[in-house]
Each structure stands twice: as structure tokens, then as C-alpha cells.
């Protein structure tokens, strides 16, 4: 999967619930982390070690949110893998800033 790729997969199912980004993400082959026996135990800064790309920051929720989506390859340990992170932050206007709500981590065996 590319970076063009999973920002259209991002604004088609942005305005959505999430569990409809989850379940693009799913059709195209991809594993929850955090329901894998095996890929739940990867630290999350190892993924971020490897090289990533980012996409651009969409709001949500009439701006109360904002989504992006990371895409982490080169993983120590896990070089026939690609992460994709989700990452939604809570956006407060009045301090003009965002910090993390949620993050879910998705992983993709890459042929």
C-alpha cells in the first residue's frame, strides 16, 4: 500500500465511524495489532525506528478531531511487514493545539 493510496482509503471514510476506516483497512489485507497473537507484543517505537511516510492531517467531528495516518516499513525483525498507524487527536482551538485520543496500529505482510 502507498501513501496515495491510504490518504484517498482516509478521505472516503473520514467522515464516517472509525470502525468504517478499520474495516477499508481490513479489505485490503491488513491485521489488527492489537488482536494478533503475535504482532501485538511489537513495541510501537520499534515501528516508528523504521522509515516512515505520513499523510496530511484531516479533521473530523467538525474540527473537534483531527486524523492522519502513518506508514512505517523496514521494521527491525519485521522487513516483510508494512505498519499503517492511525492517529486521532483531540484538537483544543482555544489553546491551538492537539494531543493523541486514540492510535491504532494495523500491519500488512509485504510480497
Known amino acids: ?38 504482532m501485538r507484543r511489537i513495541n510501537l517505537c520499534d515501528i ?11 479533521p473530523i467531528k467538525n474540527g473537534k478531531f483531527e486524523i492522519f495516518v502513518d506508514i512505517c516499513t523496514n521494521v527491525k525483525g519485521y522487513e516483510d511487514h508494512e505498519f499503517i498507524i492511525i492517529n486521532i487527536n483531540k484538537v483544543y482551538k482555544d489553546k491551538d493545539l492537539s494531543f493523541p485520543y486514540k492510535i491504532f496500529t494495523y500491519a500488512k505482510a509485504v510480497k
Open 48 to 58: 516508528a525506528k523504521g522509515c516512515t511516510a505520513h499523510t496530511e492531517v484531516f
Open 1 to 38: 500500500m502507498n501513501i496515495i493510496d491510504l490518504t484517498q482509503i482516509i478521505k472516503n471514510n473520514r467522515h464516517s465511524e472509525e470502525k468504517m476506516l478499520k474495516k477499508a483497512l481490513k479489505c485490503q489485507g491488513c491485521i489488527d495489532c492489537a488482536k494478533d497473537k503475535e
